[in-house]
């Protein structure tokens, strides 16, 4: 099969198109002939040495592939829903950048009807993400309000149309006024742009005062001293990434005092049970949203599946609103 590996540590330029051998479904996987794969940070953190697989995944970089099922069980495909030929987008720990890729049978899920496949592949990594972190470890809930930092990433436009599927209000930041613009149209109430605002007095503005009940924070650094003074009384901040540096300081005391919560996750190296329960929980209460088009998918640009060169170099450029994808076959 063709396949996009990690040459050396290094920019994008090291990510080489190679042939490897097919992979093999093991226990409880299915084998997928990938037609699209996503793009996400981890990728380019792996790609640099800061993020390496865990034991026993691929080596390949890419977290989530859609493609049709072309082996596997057929009784566990079938006790888990599926067949051959099923068309399924899926969440892997690695080896996405290639033509096949093996996958957890739990941690797949079929391709939204109408949906193509590079709009599939840009679904799993953020929509288990934030569903884990946003819904699941903060307890979000209808009526409360979400900051969000990087509302324009693919982790963010993800965010910011799940929270409001889910009946909560929106606060984002983001670099630029086109960005903010973006954001909005996607249904955030609030977009504030860090480059010319001071997001703390802005949201303190946007809530009267009262601050944010969630705060999904992917720069970490000093923007966790600041999500502090943002978060109301008994809110809670999760941090997913590290953009902004490790050291991270702030006011133990308003933690004390307001009953705040600072928590932090990292999804690829959970267990397979963890991860299959995320899958769970979004093919019973997203899938359907998905199905009837009141989230969609916001793909900045659609590359062919050997391009992930440029797909790295365009990704952290920054310019990027929502997903980068790239499609097998696509000319």
């Keep these: 099969m063709k396949a996009i590996a990690i040459s050396q540590t290094g920019g994008p330029e090291v990510l080489q198109l190679v042939e490897r051998p097919d992979p093999v479904a093991g226990v409880g996987e299915c084998l997928i002939a990938v037609e699209a794969y996503g793009i996400n940070r981890p990728d380019v953190l792996q790609r640099k040495g800061a993020y390496p697989p865990p034991p026993g995944a691929s080596d390949l970089p890419g977290l989530e592939v859609a493609g049709r099922i072309v082996s596997g069980d057929a009784a566990e495909l079938a006790a888990a829903g599926l067949k051959l030929g099923d068309a ?12 096949l890729c093996t996958a957890p049978l739990a941690q797949c899920l079929p391709v939204p009807a109408g949906w193509t496949m590079a709009e599939a592949a840009s679904l799993p990594e953020t929509f288990f993400t934030v569903w884990s972190n946003v819904f699941e470890r903060a307890g979000l809930k209808a009526g409360e309000t979400l900051l969000v930092h990087g509302g324009s990433s693919g982790i963010g436009v993800t965010a910011i149309q799940l929270a409001k599927a889910f009946g909560a209000k929106v606060i984002v930041t983001v670099g630029s006024e086109d960005k903010a613009a973006a954001c909005l149209q996607l249904g955030a109430d609030v977009a504030i742009n860090y480059k010319s605002q001071d997001f703390v007095v802005e949201v303190k503005a946007a809530t009267a005062g009262r601050g944010v009940d969630v705060i999904l924070d992917m720069v970490a650094g000093s923007y966790v001293e600041r999500g502090v003074q943002c978060l109301a009384d008994d809110g809670r901040m999760v941090i997913i990434a590290v953009q902004g540096g490790l050291d991270a300081r702030f006011d133990a005391g308003a933690v004390l ?19 299959a329960g995320i899958g769970a929980q979004l093919r019973e209460r997203v899938w359907p949203k998905l199905a009837a088009r009141q989230i969609k998918p916001v793909i900045y640009r659609e590359l062919s599946g050997d391009e992930a060169a440029a797909a790295h170099a365009l990704m952290e450029s920054g310019e990027h609103v929502g997903k980068i994808v790239l499609s097998w076959g696509r000319e």
Excluded at 257 to 272: E, H, K, M, N, Q
């Design 257 to 275: 005092r307001r009953r705040l919560t600072i928590s932090g996750s990292t999804l690829r190296p959970r267990s397979l049970a963890f991860k």
């Design 88 to 99: 399924v987008c899926a969440l892997v720990a690695g080896g996405g950048y290639a033509e």
